[in-house]
């Protein structure tokens, strides 16, 4: 299945994610207007593994694919976010955040829309909710 794989169980039972979507270039929308992008090629990474704090639900990771950021030197969007699946269906999967980091500050405000064709990862949608604003990682 390429870079990622997904599996999925039983009829009734939640879709295990396990993946690594590569993103050629992404659109920003805030309150449902396009704001900017395509910006001709500012390449992201998704990762979605199964939660590597608890095990409960997913842990979700965005990255920089052009390099590294000078000050913090790493290539990290956005930190890892915890994640449950709120709603599945055959073509698409929404994440919606939950608990904290150390500092207490809530996963909440985070979800990730996963966009499937045929079982493979079409686009992520990564959503802020506390702000609005919607990015969209296109294939």
Not at 5 to 29: C, G
């Amino acid at each position: 299945m390429g870079i990622f794989d997904i599996f999925s169980s039983a009829p009734k039972k939640e879709t295990v994610l396990n993946f690594v979507f590569k993103s050629s270039d992404h659109l920003r929308y805030e309150g449902g207007r396009h704001i900017s992008g395509p910006h001709g090629g500012a390449g992201r990474i998704i990762k979605v593994e199964p939660n590597i704090i608890d095990g409960v639900g997913y842990t979700v990771t965005a990255f920089n694919s052009d390099g590294n950021h000078p000050l913090w030197q790493n290539n990290i969007m956005m930190a890892p976010k915890q994640m449950k699946a709120v709603q599945q269906e055959s073509n698409k999967v929404v994440l919606r955040g939950y608990g904290s980091d150390a500092t207490g500050v809530s996963f909440s405000n985070y979800g990730l829309t996963i966009h499937l064709t045929n079982g493979v990862v079409d686009k992520c949608i990564l959503h802020m909710h506390d702000r609005g604003v919607d990015i969209e990682y296109l294939k």
